[in-house]
């Protein structure tokens, strides 16, 4: 053994361990899975928290990697402990400032608005970005990202009487969705989610 070098003495360390193993090699990590990555952001809007939270994992589930941020606002009702164990999401974002916030939503796909704010639809309908929460969803317009909300989650809207209001509430989300927001009843976020991302998931090929 005096005579050989580094190179060969670990070869034969590798042909013996590779022996002892019966020649299989460690198993390799899976592939990381692809399709859309979802930023997901609970707002003010809670009237429907508990079926917000109940489509949550099913939104995770039909996306490649997904975060969750709870704004100040909505903290003392429900915080990350509450997200992680109602709904299951393995990533709360709720410590990150506003700029690292930001920097995920650059990498994100799609940014999720499960519990809508009509403040922050307001201001986002009438180009106003001095509050955080409405700038992130005008940044992510800006960048030509994805945005879905739900519509049901703001205020008690179905049982509204007065219609000049009500015609008020829809020119607002009326521009929205000019500007490309998707809206869905909050019952229908996952299924929403899975068919304006459908392009973003590689298809699998058919045998000829």
């Known amino acids: 053994m005096a005579g050989l070098d580094r190179g ?11 022996e002892m193993s019966g020649g299989a090699r460690p198993p390799s990590r899976p592939p990381a899975p692809r399709g ?4 997901i952001v609970f707002q003010a809007g809670i009237r429907r928290l ?5 489509q949550l994992p099913l939104l995770e589930a039909r996306a490649a990697w997904s975060g969750v941020y709870t704004v100040p606002a909505v903290r003392s009702r429900v915080c990350g402990a509450d997200v992680r164990g109602q709904g299951g999401a393995p990533c709360i974002l709720d410590t990150v400032k506003p700029e690292g916030l930001e920097k995920v939503l650059a990498r994100a796909d799609v940014l999720v608005l499960p519990t809508l704010c009509f403040q922050v639809a307001n201001r ?12 992130l969803v005008f940044s992510a317009l800006a960048q030509g990202k994805r945005v879905l909300a739900a519509r049901d989650g703001f205020m008690v809207y179905e049982t509204l009487a007065n219609t000049a209001l009500k015609a008020e509430i829809d020119s607002v989300l009326k521009k929205l969705e000019g500007f ?5 009843p ?6 929403t989610f899975g068919r304006i991302t459908g392009d973003l998931v590689p298809q699998p090929r058919t045998a000829r």
């Open 124 to 135: 986002v309908a009438h180009l106003l970005t001095d509050d955080p929460d409405a700038h």
């Open 50 to 54: 508990e079926e917000a939270l109940q």
């Open 36 to 39: 859309p990555r979802a930023l």
């Open 180 to 184: 490309g927001v998707v809206f869905c």
């Open 186 to 191: 909050t019952r229908e976020l996952a299924e």
């Open 8 to 18: 060969t003495i670990r070869n034969l360390v590798r042909e013996v361990l590779e």
